[in-house]
């Protein structure tokens, strides 16, 4: 059974940082492309940016040069670095999982930014 399991958000000023990491199990983590959506109140869920099996980048313009993706494939986690952070990063975050087929997604954890 797979399983991600968001944490790390929470309530930060404008300019601010958080980490967010997503820890996995069930999956062969190492083989998996991991990703990061969001999704504010009122708004669809949203790409923000993902990491491939090789550690391949890729981000939202909206978030190119303030967040950065990585993964430790020793522990099954992906983090999400957010620095300079804005009242529009906020949103639930959720992390996200491919491996061939199978797609899973996370329960999700809260980011709130205030001005």
């Known amino acids: 059974q797979v399983q991600l399991v968001e944490s790390g958000g929470g309530l930060v000023q404008a300019g601010g940082s958080l980490r967010l990491s997503c820890a996995a199990s069930?999956?062969?983590?190492?083989?998996?492309?991991m990703a990061w959506y969001r999704q504010a109140p009122g708004k669809q869920r949203e790409y923000v940016t993902a990491?491939?099996?090789?550690?391949?980048?890729n981000y939202a313009d909206s978030v190119k040069g303030r967040f950065t993706i990585s993964r430790d494939n020793a522990k099954n986690t992906v983090y999400l670095q957010m620095n300079s952070l804005k009242p529009e990063d906020t949103a639930v975050y959720y992390c996200?999982?491919?491996?061939?087929?199978?797609?899973?997604w996370g329960q999700g954890t809260q980011v709130t930014v205030s001005s």
């Open positions: 069930g999956i062969i983590f190492r083989r998996s492309a």
């Open positions: 990491i491939t099996s090789a550690g391949i980048t």
């Open positions: 996200n999982s491919e491996y061939g087929s199978m797609v899973s």
